[in-house]
C-alpha cells in the first residue's frame, strides 16, 4: 500500500473505514449476547468507533508528538459526536425515546415500559458522566497543562466508569440467565483484526500529515483533521440505529464515543509526557458542556429531542468548527 503512490492515502483512509467497519459489523453479534441498549452504545461501541482516537493518543505519545493535538482531536470528536451527529439523526427521524417506551415489543402483550424506562435513566446518567469527565480535565487543566499524576487519575476515572457497566452487563446476564455465547472468541478475534487495521491506518495517515507543510491538510491541522476522520465510525453508528429507530443507542453510542476521548486519550498521552493546553480549549469546553446539557434536560424533561433541537446542535458544531478552525485558523 506504501509503494503505491498518490493512491497510498487512499488506500489507507478506506483501510481505516473498512476496520471500522468490520468492528461494527460484530456489535449486532454482541447485542444480542446482554450488551443491549443504553449499556451496548457506553460499553462496546466506544471501543469499536473510539479505537482510532485512543490509537492517535497512543502513537502521538509514543513519538513525543504535540498534546496540543490530542486535546483539539478529543475536542473535535466530542463536540462533533454531541451536536452533528446527534442533531441530524433528530432532525431526519425524531428522536423520541418516550414513544418507543410505549411501543409494545414483539411476541408480548404489553410494553415492557419498565426496561425501556431503566434505559432511559442510563441514558441520562452517562450523560451527566460527560459532564463529570469534562468538569474534572477542565480543574486539572487550570495550571496550563496534563502531567502524569493527571493521567493516572484520568485513566483510573474511566477505567473505573467501565468496570460499573461490566458488571451491569455481568447481574443483567444472570437475572436472565443468558450467557455471551460459544463464538465470542470470534468475535474478539474478528475486532481485534479490526483494531490492528484501525491502528497500522492511523499510523501511517498521521506520519503522512505531519509531513506536510502547509494547507488545510498540513501537519498544523492535524488535530482537526484526525477528529473528523475518526468520527465517520460514529456517523455511521448514529445512521444505522437513526434508521432503525432507536434514538437511546444513537445518544449512548456518541456520549459512550466521548468517554473514550475525555478522560481516557488525554490521560494516555499525558502518561508519555505533559499535556500543554492549546488556546481553544476553554471554548471547547464550553461548546461541549452545552451540546451535553441540550440532551440532557429534553431527554430528562420531553423524553425526546424535538426536530428543532437537532437544527440548533448542527448550529453549534458550525460555530464551533467557525470559532476554532476558520477564525483561528
Avoid at 471500522?20 to 443504553?38: A, H, N, P, Q, Y
Avoid at 502518561?271 to 446539557?293: E, K
Wanted: glycine letters at 12%; charged letters at 10%; aromatic letters at 12%.
Amino acid at each position: 500500500m506504501e509503494a503505491s503512490g498518490p493512491w497510498a492515502p487512499w488506500l489507507f483512509l478506506a483501510l481505516f473505514l473498512v476496520s471500522s467497519f468490520v468492528m461494527i459489523w460484530r456489535l449486532e453479534v454482541l447485542s444480542d449476547r446482554g450488551f443491549k441498549g443504553t449499556v451496548l452504545g457506553t460499553l462496546i461501541m466506544p471501543y469499536c468507533s473510539g479505537l482510532g482516537n485512543l490509537i492517535f493518543a497512543f502513537i502521538l505519545g509514543r513519538d513525543g508528538g504535540s498534546g496540543g493535538e490530542v486535546m483539539v482531536n478529543s475536542l473535535v470528536n466530542n463536540i462533533t459526536n454531541m451536536t452533528l451527529i446527534i442533531g441530524l439523526p433528530a432532525i431526519l427521524w425524531g428522536m423520541n425515546i418516550r414513544a418507543v417506551e410505549q411501543k409494545p415489543d414483539k411476541g408480548k402483550d404489553k410494553p415492557d415500559q419498565q426496561t425501556h424506562q431503566l434505559n432511559r435513566l442510563e441514558l441520562l446518567l452517562t450523560l451527566l458522566a460527560v459532564l463529570f469527565f469534562s468538569g474534572a480535565v477542565w480543574a486539572m487543566a487550570r495550571k496550563g497543562r496534563l502531567d502524569f499524576n493527571d493521567g493516572l487519575v484520568l485513566v483510573g476515572l474511566f477505567l473505573f466508569w467501565q468496570c460499573f457497566h461490566v458488571f451491569e452487563v455481568l447481574r443483567s446476564n444472570v437475572r436472565e440467565n443468558k450467557s455471551l455465547g460459544w463464538t465470542l472468541p470470534l468475535d474478539l478475534a474478528l475486532l481485534g483484526i479490526g483494531a490492528y487495521g484501525i491502528y497500522v491506518s492511523t499510523d501511517w495517515l498521521v506520519k503522512w500529515v505531519s509531513h506536510i507543510p502547509s494547507g488545510f491538510i498540513s501537519h498544523d491541522h492535524l488535530g482537526w483533521l484526525s477528529g473528523f476522520l475518526m468520527v465517520l465510525p460514529n456517523g455511521m453508528l448514529a445512521i444505522y440505529y437513526g434508521w432503525h429507530k432507536q434514538p437511546a443507542t444513537v445518544i449512548a453510542s456518541q456520549v459512550g464515543d466521548a468517554h473514550v476521548s475525555i478522560p481516557l486519550c488525554l490521560g494516555v498521552f499525558a502518561l508519555f509526557r505533559p499535556l500543554v493546553i492549546p488556546p481553544m480549549f476553554h471554548t471547547g469546553i464550553l461548546v461541549l458542556v452545552g451540546a451535553t446539557l441540550v440532551p440532557l434536560f429534553f431527554v430528562g424533561v420531553l423524553g425526546r429531542l424535538p426536530r428543532w433541537v437537532g437544527f440548533i446542535l448542527v448550529a453549534a458544531f458550525g460555530y464551533f468548527v467557525y470559532s476554532g478552525l476558520i477564525k483561528l485558523g
